[in-house]
């Protein structure tokens, strides 16, 4: 069996750069994200890379705040939420849909079967909005344990990005989550009370619900 070993979190780089290379199977991923450490493709020279930024994003579940105009339209909402379905399509239109602030997508091939994979095996998750049969908007993420990533969401009707990420939450707290792990605090994410915090105070919440860091 296998040994993966990262560098430690606190020989990054000041743009938190921990290492360059390795693969995408999953083993690979889970030991990243247990060491608070995750995959985000730099340039095709450098098409597989690890972070862990300090600070670092989160969304602590009791600081949410819904905007009166959000929570108006999920009352009226006319997209059916699912969780754990079309996992695939969701990080594929993650991928292709653009955004603003974003020439180019992170999400590689190599990254869509990581995550892929680890979705079949229990580690991932994913959130939908559907306006009838078609895929609206949705993120995805992963879960182990009492831990959650939000890696990225799309949208394309109104509110239904947003909309997923607030069943999302809910459900997390259902199931005795209490945060979720952002990396950046988006605008969106802010908007809901995300923060950074310091990337000591991150690893000691990891240490908090068992992981190794």
Request: include cysteine.
């Given at each position: 069996?296998?040994?993966?070993?990262?560098?430690?979190?606190?020989?990054?780089?000041?743009?938190?750069?921990?290492?360059?290379?390795?693969?995408?199977?999953?083993?690979?991923?889970?030991?990243?994200?247990?060491?608070?450490?995750?995959?985000?493709?730099?340039?095709?020279?450098?098409?597989?890379?690890?972070?862990?930024?300090?600070?670092?994003?989160?969304?602590?579940?009791?600081?949410?705040?819904?905007?009166?105009?959000?929570?108006?339209?999920?009352?009226?909402?006319?997209?059916?939420?699912?969780?754990?379905?079309?996992?695939?399509?969701?990080?594929?239109?993650?991928?292709?849909?653009?955004?603003?602030?974003?020439?180019?997508?992170?999400?590689?091939?190599e990254i869509i079967a990581g995550y892929t994979a680890l979705f079949e095996?229990?580690?991932?998750?994913?959130?939908?909005?559907?306006?009838?049969?078609?895929?609206?908007?949705?993120?995805?993420?992963?879960?182990?344990?009492?831990?959650?990533?939000?890696?990225?969401m799309f949208t394309v009707e109104d509110n239904a990005g947003k909309e997923?990420?607030?069943?999302?939450?809910?459900?997390?707290?259902?199931?005795?989550?209490?945060?979720?792990?952002?990396?950046?605090?988006?605008?969106?994410?802010?908007?809901?009370?995300?923060?950074?915090?310091?990337?000591?105070?991150?690893?000691?919440?990891?240490?908090?619900?068992?992981?190794?860091?």
């Amino acid at each position: 069996m296998r040994k993966v070993v990262f560098p430690p979190v606190e020989a990054a780089t000041e743009d938190g750069l921990v290492a360059v290379g390795g693969d995408m199977l999953p083993d690979t991923i889970l030991e990243a994200y247990s060491r608070g450490i995750f995959p985000w493709p730099l340039s095709p020279e450098f098409p597989l890379a690890w972070f862990s930024p300090d600070p670092r994003g989160i969304l602590d579940f009791k600081d949410v705040h819904i905007a009166k105009s959000l929570q108006k339209f999920i009352k009226k909402s006319p997209f059916e939420i699912k969780h754990d379905v079309s996992f695939t399509e969701i990080i594929r239109l993650c991928a292709a849909i653009p955004r603003k602030d974003q020439p180019s997508t992170w999400i590689t091939p190599e990254i869509i079967a990581g995550y892929t994979a680890l979705f079949e095996q229990g580690f991932a998750w994913c959130t939908g909005a559907w306006q009838g049969q078609r895929l609206v908007g949705g993120l995805y993420g992963v879960k182990i344990g009492a831990f959650r990533s939000g890696e990225s969401m799309f949208t394309v009707e109104d509110n239904a990005g947003k909309e997923s990420l607030v069943a999302a939450i809910e459900r997390f707290k259902l199931e005795g989550v209490t945060w979720m792990d952002t990396q950046m605090v988006t605008p969106v994410v802010k908007g809901l009370g995300g923060k950074e915090i310091d990337r000591k105070v991150f690893l000691a919440m990891l240490r908090k619900i068992g992981f190794p860091t």
